[in-house]
């Protein structure tokens, strides 16, 4: 397994998105998607704290998070990445996106590049995802790229596991 942080942060891409780092410059483009361990910012300010935080993590090793650029504007529309169990050959993939993006294909994209990401260069043996019982479009995406739901968890979420 290669785990982060590496030589060069990861950017990866397809004709639609880039998977790149996110730079303090993006974060006025971010603000109202950026969390860190379920809160959300709501200023500049608790964005940025944010983003320092979810830095620090990926040069721990323990997290990768990337921007999901779109390649004709180079803006940040959304993130994703993986936040959890990298260091026992597993990740939780998660993901947020701007609300004027979504159902646009930004997420099936950046998610097929991640996945593959995770399972070729990190070296995943195994890829989860959580969401809430009402979030049906994350829940069609996930189903649509090969995940079987797992659990019922508390607090609404249900579980969900790539299917190797």
Same mark, same amino acid.
């Given at each position: 397994?290669?785990?982060? !942080?590496?030589?060069? #942060? !990861?950017?990866?891409?397809?004709?639609? &998105?880039?998977? +790149?780092?996110?730079?303090?410059?993006?974060?006025?483009?971010?603000? =109202?998607?950026?969390?860190?361990? @379920?809160?959300?910012? /709501? /200023?500049?300010?608790?964005?940025? =704290?944010?983003?320092? *935080?979810?830095?620090?993590?990926?040069?721990?090793?323990?997290?990768?998070?990337?921007?999901? @650029?779109?390649?004709?504007?180079?803006? &940040?529309?959304?993130?994703?990445?993986?936040? +959890?169990?990298?260091?026992?050959?597993?990740?939780?993939?998660?993901?947020?996106?701007? !609300? =004027?993006?979504?159902?646009?294909? #930004?997420?099936?994209?950046?998610?097929?590049?991640? &996945?593959? #990401?995770?399972?070729?260069?990190?070296?995943?043996?195994?890829?989860?995802?959580?969401?809430? *019982?009402?979030? *049906?479009?994350?829940? *069609?995406? &996930? =189903?649509?790229?090969? #995940?079987?739901?797992?659990?019922?968890?508390?607090?609404?979420?249900? @579980?969900?596991?790539? +299917?190797?």
């Amino acid at each position: 397994m290669k785990l982060p !942080p590496y030589d060069n #942060f !990861p950017s990866i891409s397809d004709n639609k &998105i880039s998977l +790149r780092q996110i730079q303090f410059s993006d974060i006025n483009d971010i603000i =109202e998607i950026s969390f860190y361990d @379920a809160i959300q910012a /709501t /200023t500049k300010k608790q964005a940025t =704290e944010m983003q320092t *935080k979810i830095n620090e993590d990926y040069l721990d090793g323990n997290s990768i998070h990337w921007g999901i @650029a779109d390649k004709l504007t180079n803006k &940040i529309v959304g993130t994703c990445g993986y936040y +959890r169990g990298l260091d026992k050959g597993e990740g939780e993939l998660g993901c947020v996106l701007l !609300p =004027e993006y979504r159902g646009l294909g #930004f997420m099936n994209s950046a998610l097929l590049l991640a &996945i593959e #990401f995770g399972l070729n260069d990190i070296g995943l043996r195994r890829i989860w995802a959580i969401t809430t *019982k009402q979030n *049906k479009k994350a829940i *069609k995406l &996930i =189903e649509k790229l090969n #995940f079987i739901k797992i659990a019922e968890l508390d607090d609404n979420e249900v @579980a969900y596991e790539l +299917r190797m």
